[in-house]
């Protein structure tokens, strides 16, 4: 089946270069351009895509606008192709995931080769993930009575039914940064555990994503330094494109090793190192995303004997890394993304001395 995308940008130029890679792939095929929101508005009911690629910043209609009109009016899935390295921007492209866009993409600059290979692959891909995402109207769904009374008997845990919590350990990808907001959110500023996080995103990102996240989290968040001891109560991103991994003395080490299937940094390379040094006393969760990164790494927190925790099929906007835990059996929970931060205070902020 041939994935229709409407590209939504006011630059030519980005717009040939934009159309070049996409339709490359004989998979997919450019079925509109339009150089406003109101303009590409108008043209979704003609062309119907399956994916709508736009850009924040566009005269008369600018992206944050155009992806709230869309997600109101046809909801699709999202790719926000933006320029990274502004930092003003920032936090605004962040902006549009919370108002229903998926993920978000470099923009291709104008001297960029179409010969990039990696740069190619990664959007054709991303186009494809997209195009099997189901959106809806509403961003959050409410929780249905049965999950609900889940969260209520947390509670009711034994304080003896898991070890003593000396680490958290998250992965996430598509639809992570959403994810991890909804978690962060309802975390104390007296949480008693260092936390760590990897979320698969695009170069030049990171920063960005690491300010969105502290605006409305009550715990600093920080990029890990080599050598660096992980602190109760703080939240550590890897570098970009390095690894991060913990060594003998539970010490911060940021290397630059090969990929893991093709990620750097990846969840089961951190899922790992953490098992590792901290076993039964680690808490990992895996969040939405594609493909299999964090699925190994969890089984070894489990055989631990550490808690393990995957976000469920309905909450996840695409359930690839979760599922491929739960195929393995390494997920002793699967709740839903506003299930996960009361166990993980049921279970965290019980037996402290």
Known sequence: MTIRVLLVEDSPLVLVVLKRILESSPEIKVVGEASTGLEALKLIPQVQPDV???????PHMDGLEFTSEVMALYPIPILVVSISVQKDDQHKVFQLLNAGAVDIFPKPTAGMSIQDQLLRQELINKIKILAGVRVFKKKRKP??????????????LT???YPRTKIVVIGASTGGPQALQ???????????VPIICVQHISLGFLQGLIDWLASSCRLPIQIARQGDQPKPGRIYFPPEHRHLELDARGRFICPNSEPWEGHRPSVTVTFKSVANFYGKSTVGILLTGMGRDGAPGMLEIAQAGGLTIAQDETTSVVFG????????????????IQAIAPM????????RT
């Open 159 to 161: 304080t003896d039914s």
């Open 143 to 156: 929780l249905a009575p049965a999950t609900l009374i889940e969260i209520g008997n947390l509670s009711s």
């Open 52 to 58: 709508i690629c736009t850009d924040f910043h566009m």
């Open 321 to 336: 890394m979760p599922q491929e835990a739960i195929n393995l059996g390494a997920a002793k929970k699967v709740l839903p």
């Open 344 to 351: 993980l205070l049921t279970i965290v902020m019980t037996k």
């Open 182 to 192: 909804e978690l962060f959110t309802k975390l104390p500023a007296n949480f008693p």
